[in-house]
């Protein structure tokens, strides 16, 4: 050990009495502080115009701008570490030296490493700032960032000083160095067709290894990583040195060289496996861990899960999961592995005819199968691999799914579950997606029956008035059957409600239910069960005896709001700050300030004789609206307020919940106002100057009317690093600090001693 200390000395010494060494760490500290004192000055700023962030701390310190830096400075740091001692002739000094190959290597590695520590050093001196600047900074996460910022130093210095030892040119070490970083990078992609290979290529990259831990997140398969990939670079630069001291044969050397590599690949695929990998979440709120609620539903998937994905070649989403890709689509799962290392992926391969297809899908002049192994020929895939409609048919039926992509969870038992990759820029489902799936595995979930007939909304209508999108649809996001419901129809005139629903919709009737469904409603009622009753302006006549039973009414006419630029019955409402305490969802309405668009509604008066609990949800402002019961043309017609006609300027509650307790349960129903608020046309249309959040609304409603079960409350604790201690004039003296005085102050010091040493 003390031989590799001398050897370490020697070189920092060379090192620090060379004007590179004090170049980079000087441009370094220029390009890092420029780095974080834009940060916090970005988050300063947003801070006095009112807009408030939580993670100040990831905002500050955007420590994965600075990663890039090394990938051009230790190259230039490490091209001479052996180089050097070639192209001057004092290699034959240390060969002849009571020093061994093992102890030149590790002695100059460790001159590195405590480079590696002053570089780091700077970075530390930002976190040490902002401890006293970030009000709760998350200072574990900086601690991992920076240690997975040393990390990445390490193993560029060890490929560094490898090529340093295959040239006496350290121009050439330099490059080498380069280019073995950018083939680093580019191997997750080569031979991604190949099962076994692929695993072994994709570890083997160090793109975004060291993100995790800059996100606060340690993972035993990254900290690995970095240790075999060191010690796999020591080792062949000390068998390079050894063939130049014992001259062996090219095979024996070829042997040497190639079991190190094949030993460091195979232990990075063992500790690769979902089984064997333990993972650290050091930031406060666990940001990069599934939420407790999910690791619960995790844990109650019994037995091994297999999640096949049944990829259309035709379709448009087909490059989200083509076989190269398979590696970066487990990404999507990650979290879900750690706390389930026995799930099983597999991915089905297939063409057929969809609503979603590729331009490939219409080639003129072909059939089906010629179209696929001409986009075979096009995209380089196998043919082979993909299945004819008839093959897939014999394993699953997917035209309910019109031939999408769409992932198929099993459990051993049979319970099956669906994933799919939705309309939206996001695409692929998130936790709470992902998690509702999941459930379904384990439990059972909530049934919402929708009631048909009387001209009630249709789940399966696409059109305007339809409720397809929020209800049936597999593509939509925030559609019940993707956040973990079960869908259907009931129909009353045939049959009782079904013990197995939980919550029933009854959606703008536009004729009265007769005796015989009353007293289905009645029996359904009266056993506990959930209701959710939508009317709307002239559906008063069918929906009063309803919602009569809960001593609430529609009123008469409708709500207007004069506006500028719309009709006056296109009404904006808000959360009530009470229905916040009752269902999460609604709070998150009010903390963005949010409103709900109704395009016409009716107005809700109640009682509390009926022994229901009321609270209204949402409502008008007291004053800019009132029940119009005149205008009936609200197209041509000016709204004018007439108290004559009964016309009142006051608050108007539009949604409404009520509960009781009711044969042992809690029983829980809304009445609401308008019917079109929810339908196809609403959820979908965007107005100018205006971001409804109806979506959230239907989450809320049926948050609230699972009994809080669905859909899965991912929440994390609030972040409360959402303040920097600082003014604008102070921000300039830290600009001016970590921009200017630093790296003056490196540069003095690094100036003198090169002087000191010029004059010695």
Known sequence: MKKIRKIALTELQTLFYSPIAWLILVLFAVQTGLIFTNGMKGQLQSEMMGQHFADVTGWAFRFSDMIGYFYLYIPLLSMGLMSREFSSGSIKLLYSSPVSNTQIVLGKYLAMMIYGLVLTGVLACFGIFGFFTIKDMDIPMVVTALLGMYLLICIYSAIGLFMSCLTSYQVVAAIGTLALFAALNYISHVWQGIAFVRDITYWLSITGRVENMLHGLINSEDILYFLIIVALFLFLAVFKLDMDKVK??????????????VIAMLLGYVTSRPALMGFYDVTRTKINTLTPNSQEIVKNVKGPLTIT???NLFESNFDQCVPDFINFDLQNFREYLRFKPDI??????????????????HYPGLNDRQRMERACAIKDLDPDIFLSPEELKKKIDLSGERFRFVRVLETEDGRKGFLRLFN??????????????MKRLAMDLPTVGFLAGHGARDIDNFGDKGYFDFTNSGYTRSALLNQGFNVREVNLADSAVPT???????????????????????????????????????RQASMNPIAGRFGVSFLPGRIVQPHPYYAPDFILVRPTKVSEKMSYELGGIRKEEGVVAMDGACGLSYTTDKGFTATSWFGTEPTGSWNELETTNFGDDTVVLNPKAGEVETAYTTVLAL?????????????????????NANLSTGRRGIRPMNNTMIDGLFYW???????????????TDDHVYLSLSGMKW??????WILPALLAVFGTVLLIRRKRK
């Open 309 to 311: 994905t049944y990829v």
């Open 500 to 538: 197995d629903m939980n919550i029933l919709v009854l959606a703008d009737l536009k004729t009265p239910l007769t005796d015989a469904e009353d007293k289905k409603l009645d029996d359904y009622i009266a056993r506990g069960g959930n209701l959710l009753v939508i009317g709307d302006p002239g």
């Open 659 to 679: 509960s009781r307790t009711q044969n042992g349960h809690d029983q829980r129903i809304i009445v609401m106002g308008d019917a079109d608020c929810v339908d």
């Open 734 to 739: 830290v600009n001016l600090s970590f921009v």
């Open 248 to 261: 062996r044969s090219r095979g024996s050397n070829l042997a040497r060289f190639s079991s190190v590599v």
């Open 705 to 719: 009317l699972s009994g809080d079960k669905v859909p899965i409350d991912v929440r994390r604790p609030p972040m």
């Open 344 to 361: 099983r992926m597999k991915y089905v391969y297939y063409y057929a005819q969809t609503d979603q297809s590729s331009p490939i899908a």
């Open 424 to 437: 939206d820029p996001y695409k692929h489902p998130g936790e709470r997606e992902i998690s509702a799936a």
